[in-house]
């Protein structure tokens, strides 16, 4: 099982190299599962001391708990050559964790084939994915107590920081996806990345749009935008005439159709319009209380 | 009374009949139509719809149907509405039809309707026209009849209702 995990880890880039996108889905979940084995047969190697092949997971966690520390292997295992990670001490586990990035996770951005674009593409998930990997598993777990899952999770991580810089230069749009990646002050951080000042003055903007406008919203509710009988937006003066003591507004065009060329009265209330009125409401309107044009003016400024 | 009615269309026809001069008026008029019809559609009034015929957004096709518990319950009335580039400031022509047997339609399918003629606003829409027509229907003036007869029938629903189907013309 071991070795076949380590064939596939050896394979897998040729394989896609050749068979191109298509593999992609199956090679990572290839990657996974390479991963997933590597582990259980960390643990097993851990517990039970001897080479076993697969359905002993439900072992493993209990196991891990009872015995986290790492026990030298034995060299009658007849696994270490097999997986000569697992029977290695600490330090050499860190240096097999790596070897393991470079053989799975990188192989396709490290190594110099003439198909590295398309390479590039591939290992594009695979990183993202073993990104995510060693976050959660950042999350849960601590340095102080390292075990043996931790020491890989922890080269993982190593090897992502290094796929991270790689595929951060190369695919500078797929760091949207992971800006948690990202330190602020990070050196190699991409130039397109968005700024987090940029965004934060978009919605900052809106918000004085909205209490420019909307300063007292019921002069805005109250006053229709658009004139009811030519459907025409009101403009600034429409807006602060009132033709009629009923509140029927309309603007200045339909008044002086009305007035002129019609029947002279309030669509409204069918009331004959008092010109002497209107002039005169004309001037209140012009002189309501400050918030009242203010927030009018305002409305238009940010409609300009 | 009749007469009168006539009258009144034809001059109403005689302020119409100038051809679509004024590009910004007809501008305007379908700016407003076409508010109207966005209305009307996004309403979704039941027993009453109008769209535009054809290309022409002057000319409408409405219906509205017969209201609950009246002698036209059941029954679907089209018009069709005609806007001048007047429109709002005059009222369009509405005209049934199909046959309606009622006190203040004709046997031509005029309607004597005072939100048709002087009592109209430019704040009606097609909406309220057909709204008012649909109220007319229950609620016929037989002060002012246009059709004697059916106002002569009215206080005879039974009767009335017989005169109704038989002359009834699905449109």
Redesign the interface.
């Known amino acids: 099982m071991g070795y076949d995990a380590m064939a596939n880890n050896a394979s897998v880039p040729a394989m896609s190299r050749d068979f191109g996108k298509k593999k992609k889905a199956n090679r990572s979940a290839k990657l996974k599962q390479c991963k997933l084995d590597a582990r259980r047969e960390q643990w097993l190697s851990q517990v039970k001391n001897k080479s076993c092949l697969d359905g002993s997971t439900e072992a493993s966690p209990t196991a891990t708990i009872s015995q986290p520390r790492m026990s030298l292997p034995r060299p009658d295992q007849g696994v270490l050559g097999i997986r000569p990670r697992n029977m290695n001490p600490q330090l050499e586990m860190e240096h097999d964790g790596l070897g393991l990035r470079d053989s799975g996770l990188d192989s396709p951005v490290q190594s110099p084939t003439p198909g590295r674009g398309e390479g590039d593409d591939k290992g594009g998930p695979d990183d993202w994915e073993a990104i995510a990997d060693a976050l959660s598993a950042a999350g849960n777990h601590t340095r102080i107590t390292p075990d043996a899952e931790k020491i890989t999770e922890d080269s993982m991580m190593n090897g992502v920081e290094d796929t991270r810089l790689v595929a951060g230069a190369t695919k500078p749009d797929a760091n949207q996806v992971t800006r948690r990646a990202w330190r602020p002050d990070d050196a190699a951080r991409p130039h397109c990345l968005p700024n987090l000042s940029k965004q934060r003055s978009f919605p900052v903007n809106i918000e004085r749009r909205f209490a420019a406008s909307g300063w007292d919203p019921r002069t805005i509710i109250s006053a229709p935008s658009s004139c009811?009988?030519?459907?025409?937006d009101f403009d600034l003066t429409d807006s602060s005439f009132l033709p009629c003591y009923c509140g029927?507004r309309i603007c200045l065009f339909?008044h002086k159709?009305?007035s002129e060329?019609?029947d002279g009265?309030c669509?409204?209330c069918?009331k004959k319009y008092d010109r002497v009125a209107c002039t005169e409401k004309i001037v209140i309107a012009a002189g309501l209380p400050l918030p009242f044009r203010f927030s009018r003016s305002c409305s238009m400024n940010a409609r300009t | 009374m009749q007469d009168n009615i006539a009258g009144g269309g034809v001059a109403a026809g005689g302020k119409q009949h100038q051809p679509i001069s004024k590009g910004a008026d007809y501008q305007s008029v379908m700016k407003r139509l076409q508010s109207e019809l966005m209305a009307l559609m996004m309403r979704g009034d039941p027993g009453v719809s109008a769209f535009p015929e054809g290309d022409n957004i002057l000319c409408w096709k409405g219906t509205i149907t017969g209201g609950k518990d009246t002698v036209y319950e059941g029954m679907i009335y089209k018009l069709s509405l005609s806007f001048s580039t007047e429109y709002p400031f005059k009222p369009p022509k509405v005209k049934f039809e199909n046959t309606c047997f009622h006190p203040n339609v004709d046997l031509c399918g005029n309607i004597c309707l005072d939100i048709l003629q002087d009592k109209w606003s430019s704040a009606y829409d097609v909406r309220s026209i057909l709204l008012s027509i649909q109220s007319l229907l229950g609620e016929p003036n037989n002060d002012s009849p246009l059709n004697s007869q059916a106002a002569a029938l009215w206080a005879n629903q039974e009767e009335f209702k017989k005169m109704v189907e038989k002359l009834y013309k699905p449109a």
């Open positions: 009811p009988i030519c459907v025409e029927f339909c159709k009305i060329e019609g009265r669509p409204g069918r």
